[in-house]
T-cell receptor, first 111, second 111 residues
Framework: SQQGEEDPQALSIQEGENATMNCSYKTSINNLQWYRQNSGRGLVHLILIRSNEREKHSGRLRVTLDTSKKSSSLLITASRAADTASYFCATGVQGAQKLVFGQGTRLTINP | DVKVTQSSRYLVKRTGEKVFLECVQDMDHENMFWYRQDPGLGLRLIYFSYDVKMKEKGDIPEGYSVSREKKERFSLILESASTNQTSMYLC??????????FGQGTRLTVV
């Protein structure tokens, strides 16, 4: 079964606004990762946060992790039209090698 | 740069055919993964491998098998293709508990 559940499924905002996407998961994890996918292409890794970390930044991206609630959020600040894509969270399952993905959030940035 | 290469970008096969999807990575990664992606369902793990000749089932292994005879190559086999296996197939590789690198995807149509 899917480990990650993303919320919302789709998000449409104006350029320059901030975009927040949430991910919930079910089991214990080693890490949580966020990926981006442009239409019809492979996924590109954005950021990884380990289970003992609470917050991580990379450029305009900010990721938080709350292991007590089994949830994470991805914030994209000052959005650009080029940020239009699908965003997926993935969990590195503790005690296993596999990487399990959620269903994704479709983000549209309107110019 | 890490490169994960899938043998075909688009593939059309007939029902009942045996289909081979090939994936090659050039970074000496231990882990390799096969996912399928369908609208509204996100990425679902079919099989993964954490070493040569080692494999584990993912969430949807039925109708598929895999082969990893060399560290850099991970093959997905559809034993007898069916129309419900029409999908986008994504291969990925990673080191232990780190980010995954994806191929460009193979869009398979079974007619």
């Amino acid at each position: 079964s899917q480990q990650g559940e993303e919320d919302p499924q789709a998000l449409s905002i104006q350029e320059g606004e901030n975009a927040t996407m949430n991910c919930s998961y079910k089991t214990s994890i080693n890490n949580l990762q966020w990926y981006r996918q442009n239409s019809g292409r492979g996924l590109v890794h954005l950021i990884l946060i380990r289970s003992n970390e609470r917050e991580k930044h990379s450029g305009r991206l900010r990721v938080t992790l709350d292991t007590s609630k089994k949830s994470s959020s991805l914030l994209i600040t000052a959005s650009r039209a080029a940020d239009t894509a699908s965003y997926f969270c993935a969990t590195g399952v503790q005690g296993a090698q596999k990487l399990v993905f959620g269903q994704g959030t479709r983000l549209t940035i309107n110019p | 740069d890490v490169k994960v290469t899938q043998s075909s970008r688009y593939l059309v096969k007939r029902t009942g055919e045996k289909v081979f999807l090939e994936c090659v990575q050039d970074m000496d990664h231990e882990n390799m993964f096969w996912y399928r992606q369908d609208p509204g369902l996100g990425l679902r793990l079919i099989y993964f491998s954490y070493d040569v000749k080692m494999k584990e089932k993912g969430d949807i292994p039925e109708g598929y098998s895999v082969s990893r005879e060399k560290k850099e190559r991970f093959s997905l086999i559809l034993e007898s293709a069916s129309t419900n296996q029409t999908s986008m197939y994504l291969c990925a590789s990673s080191w232990l508990r780190t980010e995954a690198f994806f191929g460009q995807g193979t869009r398979l149509t079974v007619v």
